[in-house]
């Protein structure tokens, strides 16, 4: 250590690292190196590895003798990260009890846009050339790159010569070097493409919309309107007043619901596609997304969860549109709510946002009711005239339909309005929420189940692979030819239904239908997907059997009758969404069928036609349901009203996780406003080979659960191979 190490002088920089560590850490600026402001990117020196980093607002807690700083390392060529989105990385790190180290990780995920942006070298004529006496051909060259400087192909091509002829000038020092940025051009939204004309409802909420955006409100809407009311419309207005005020606009929307339907909706409303963000993104394209956003050059994107996390500039508008889909909670790593994570986002970039949804969440609508400046502003649309009835919801009551021979998963009932719907030459859908073809393998001799070794779960049997499969850690083997307990061949019997086998008992009652079938295992991309969804609309499909990739986002005209197999299916797994989650599924599903001049109907098949959820559905009175719920969590304290945190802690060997997960619940601070549970082996007590207890905390709703957490878990050592996850306001009970 240096003496004048100590002296005031010595300057030092915090930087939050992108590693799974909280930050921000202090860094030794060199000497003669001016103080790089916040948010600019760096690379640091981390252990033995060099890592992007950015250079934070505030000093970290505890400074460390300057003797021990690292220098550092180059600033990266990039555009600082954007102030509102170093606020967000704060937020979710301390809403979430997570590393900022890993949640900034989020928002540098595309590393390669991190890097000097792409050049190519192009020719022009060199001023001080040699003089000499060119060809005709030569002259032509050189007058081509005097008019433009470009790339020896393209010059060659210009001028009509052959690559040698560019070359030799190129030698000859007549024609030089010299870098361009590779050209990257967006075609951007024209706000006025289209002159939509909104009903009265849409265009009152339209304008309330557009004022906020003017006035840099900072406040949440929620757009509440059945399917078909023109929610998409009115918030597409809201996204022209904040395009034509120069200011870029953010839309989130579920992967699934992220459609070739939804992109030329944009489309013919704004004259170009959106730049979309989502996972089939390849990492060219991400790389140059990425970079137009921080350089300010994107006015648009929309995106599913992880679109929250791209550093666009100067945000005046954010839409997250199906709120309520789960799809927005990250159910590992860095545990965020997206939606709530993006009213954070706006409440720092000063902006308004918009919830858009059918079936808008209780959190939500109990938003709207709340007092003070998080409450949620409520827009209604009214139905529109001239659309689509809601289709008349019927229950069938399976516990009736009597388990003859010969019948299958369809009821009686759902297979003759099956066979009338394609005698009057219209289109049907079967909605199953099960991939697969059975849930359960067994052994027709002595009844062996078939699980996986890695997983406390059952193997789904799937036979278009033909192979036995997990659908928690992916495992799979072939199906086997003999039981491997009891060594009996041919004896694999498989029990319930998956999608496959719905298909397949349609396929034997209609055999002249033409069957489509669309879940993740037949469409494993967002373009397989878009082939079946347009086979569908053009007509080339007669029956369509489906697993939510079917209820989201698409909308077919011709399709009049919706068939849902098994109702009961989201009700069970003590989930306190189940119930809310089922609804919201179901009502889109049903959402499918119909239109003006053809009206639909929806079969439901159940065996709890009692459960407020078949009669929220039979009557169609969303709200009245939404009202029992509140009701019914409330009086639970079940959040929105209490606040949940689950606590999972893993590893290879169950007494040691057993034994770590007591030493963390006795550890537990006593306070009469929080009740620990447990620990106790989670439902999925092994998964992909590791053990899982469970903790669960309950808090009463004013208590910062996340601070608390901190408090309690912060100072714990647990031994290297447990793991300890934390998850606030958790969505996965398992
Ligand atoms: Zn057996
Ligand atoms: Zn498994």
């Known amino acids: 250590m240096t003496p004048d190490l100590f002296r005031e002088s010595v300057r030092t920089v915090p930087v939050v690292v992108t590693a799974p560590l909280d930050g921000p850490f202090d860094y030794l600026l060199p000497e003669g190196r001016p103080m790089p402001e916040p948010g600019a990117v760096v690379a640091v020196p981390f252990g033995r590895q060099v890592l992007p980093g950015v250079v934070w607002d505030h000093r970290p807690e505890k400074s460390v003798g300057p003797g021990r700083l690292c220098p550092l390392g180059p600033a990266l060529p990039v555009p600082p990260l954007p102030a509102p989105l170093r606020r967000l ?90 870098a361009r940025a590779v050209a990257e051009h967006w075609s951007v939204p024209d706000p006025e493409h289209v002159h939509v004309v909104l009903n009265e409802g849409q265009a009152a909420a339209a304008h309330r919309l557009e004022q906020a955006v003017a006035a840099r409100e900072q406040a949440t809407f929620l757009l509440d309107g059945v399917p078909g009311s023109g929610k998409t419309e009115v918030y597409f207005d809201a996204i022209r007043a904040c395009l034509k005020a120069g200011r870029s606009a953010l839309v989130l929307l579920p992967e699934i619901a992220l459609t070739s339907q939804w992109s030329a909706r944009f489309a013919r409303a704004f004259g170009v596609p959106p730049v979309a963000w989502h996972a089939d993104v390849g990492s060219a394209r991400r790389r140059k997304i990425w970079r137009a956003a921080i350089e300010g050059r994107l006015p648009l994107v929309v995106g599913a969860r992880s679109a929250l996390w791209l550093p666009l500039q100067d945000i005046g508008l954010i839409v997250v549109d199906e709120e309520h889909d789960t799809s927005f909670k990250q159910d590992d790593g860095v545990t965020y709510q997206a939606r709530d994570a993006a009213i954070a986002r706006a409440r720092f970039e000063n902006c308004p946002i918009v919830l858009a949804s059918a079936t808008p969440s209780l ?134 239904p998956g999608v496959e086998r719905i298909a397949d008992e349609v396929r034997h009652l209609f055999p002249k239908a033409r069957v489509a079938l669309l879940t993740s295992d037949t469409a494993t991309t967002a373009t397989q997907a878009a082939a079946i969804v347009d086979a569908v609309e053009n007509r080339k499909v007669d029956i369509l059997v489906g697993t939510q990739m079917v209820a989201k986002g698409h909308h077919f005209p011709e399709l009049t009758l919706v068939g849902v197999v098994d109702g009961d299916l989201g009700l069970s797994g003590g989930d306190l969404r189940a119930a809310e989650r089922s609804f919201q599924l179901l009502y889109q599903v049903s959402g499918r069928a119909g239109r003006a001049d053809k009206p639909g109907k929806v079969l439901i098949q159940t065996h709890l036609p009692q459960h407020p959820v078949m009669r929220a559905l039979a009557s169609r009175d969303r709200d009245r349901f939404i009202e029992t719920e509140i009701e019914e969590r409330a009086d639970g304290g079940l959040p929105p009203f209490g606040r949940l945190a689950s606590l999972i802690l893993s590893g290879p060997r169950q007494p040691d996780v057993q034994a770590a997960a007591r030493h963390v619940a006795l550890a537990a601070p006593a306070d009469p406003s929080v009740r620990v549970l447990g620990p106790a082996p989670a439902p999925i007590a092994l998964l992909r080979g590791r053990w899982r207890e469970r903790i669960l905390v309950r808090a009463a709703s004013n208590v910062d659960l996340p601070a608390w957490l901190r408090v309690w878990v912060g100072p714990l050592k647990l031994p290297a191979s447990v793991m300890l996850s934390i998850d606030v306001d958790p969505y996965d009970f398992l």
């Open 363 to 496: 959190e939500t609508m109990v938003a709207t009711e709340r007092p003070g400046p998080d409450r949620i502003h409520r827009l209604v649309l009214p139905e529109r005239h001239g659309s689509a009835p809601p289709p008349p919801v019927q229950i069938v009551d399976l516990r009736s339909t009597k388990r003859q021979r010969g019948v299958g998963f369809l009821a009686p009932r759902l297979v003759e309005e099956l066979q009338a719907t394609l005698d009057r030459g219209e289109q049907a859908l079967l909605f199953l929420n099960r991939r697969g073809y059975a849930p359960l393998s067994l052994c027709r001799a002595c009844g062996h189940r078939f699980r996986c070794p890695n997983c406390s779960a059952w193997l789904t049997a799937h036979r278009l692979r033909r192979r036995l499969q997990c659908h928690h850690c992916g495992f799979s083997m072939p199906e086997p030819d003999h039981c491997p307990e009891c060594g009996t061949v041919d004896a694999l019997a498989l029990s319930g």
């Open 89 to 178: 990385v704060d937020h979710v790190a301390r809403e979430t009890v997570s590393p900022r180290g890993q949640v900034l990780k989020l928002a540098l995920s595309t590393h390669a846009a991190l890097e000097e942006p792409r050049s190519i070298d192009v020719y022009r004529p060199a001023e001080d050339a040699p003089a000499r006496k060119l060809t005709a051909k030569q002259r032509q060259v050189v007058e081509a790159a005097a008019l433009d400087a470009r790339p020896p192909a393209d010059l060659a091509r210009a001028a009509g010569v052959s690559a040698a002829v560019v070359k030799k000038l190129v030698d000859a020092g007549t024609l030089v070097a010299e």
